[in-house]
């Protein structure tokens, strides 16, 4: 530690803004190098000024609005999305999964008889886990249109050991968010002449979406799995039913395909 200067770590520094990380992502190894120098400075093994101690970062441009697509731009972006991708990303649009919760949701928590999926776990950093907050754990209704995608899924699902996951891989596993976005969604927001977005944006959508075809605060939070709602009980059925109106009032496919759901 002692043969590093703020010289080599603002050099750093510059080196990640210049390819191109996030101002915040900037900050975090900013906060992470700076956390090394105040250890080592606790426990005696560093003395005198950290090297951390003036370094520079791009600034973070603060948020006021969220964005969120409308459903034309959602209809849009769907039309150039391939298969298994454009029904993950109509579930979370219709839904208002965070895409861990969708990455992680297996066939035994969908119902399509009654249109509920369960969500019941997260898949974060390479593994799953429980879910963000006790508010998370929720039944949330399924559009038709949802529903039916997610039966097309189903009739091309394969069984074999370990095939459980509704969105999979070859190999069973998980997909992967970062990569889907870069190699899938990106593009197809190009070729739908809409902004780049990311997965969060997609829920975001669903939420903004349900409020505007009627559904109330309370159950909007209900359905986010928001930390800031109201200390309830998971959705009662007549509350899923009730919410079921407003998500059904959400076109986000031009057409309807036939299947048994019709």
């Known amino acids: 530690l002692a043969q590093v200067s703020q010289g080599i770590l603002q050099g750093f520094i510059d080196a ?10 900037v900050k975090h190894l900013r906060n992470a190098l700076s956390a090394i120098w105040k250890h080592a400075l606790r426990t005696g093994c560093y003395r005198g000024m950290p090297p951390t101690q003036w370094l520079s970062t791009p600034s973070v ?29 109509l579930v979370v649009m219709s839904c208002g999964l ?4 969708a990455l992680a949701l297996d066939w035994e928590h969908v119902d399509l008889e009654r249109r509920v999926i369960r969500i019941r776990r997260n898949w974060t950093h390479g593994e799953f886990g429980t879910l963000k907050t006790r508010l998370s754990v929720r039944d949330l209704p399924l559009s038709e249109e949802a529903a039916l ?10 069984q074999y050991p370990g095939a459980w996951l509704v969105f999979r891989n ?4 998980p997909l992967d968010a970062h990569n889907i976005a870069a ?14 977005i ?27 799995g928001h930390s800031n709602a109201k200390q309830t009980e998971g959705y009662t059925h007549a509350e899923v039913d009730r919410l079921r ?8 496919v031009d057409e309807l395909g036939k299947g048994r759901l019709m």
Do not use: N
Request: charged share 20%; with cysteine.
């Open 245 to 252: 109106t407003s998500v059904d009032a959400v076109r986000l």
């Open 198 to 224: 990311g997965w969060h944006v997609m829920r975001h959508t669903a939420i903004t979406l349900i409020q505007q075809a009627g559904a109330t605060g309370v159950e909007a939070q209900r359905f986010a």
């Open 170 to 173: 070859r190999y069973g596993q």
């Open 183 to 196: 190699r899938e969604l990106k593009p197809a927001c190009k070729a739908a002449g809409i902004p780049a």
């Open 98 to 101: 965070r895409i861990g919760e």
């Open 61 to 89: 441009p603060s948020v006021t609005t969220r964005t969120a697509l409308t459903a034309v731009q959602a209809r849009a972006l769907l039309a150039q999305m391939r298969e298994p991708y454009r029904t993950l990303a």
């Open 149 to 158: 995608a997610l039966e097309a899924a189903e009739s091309r699902h394969v």
């Open 16 to 25: 990640k803004v210049d390819a191109g990380l996030a101002p915040q992502s």
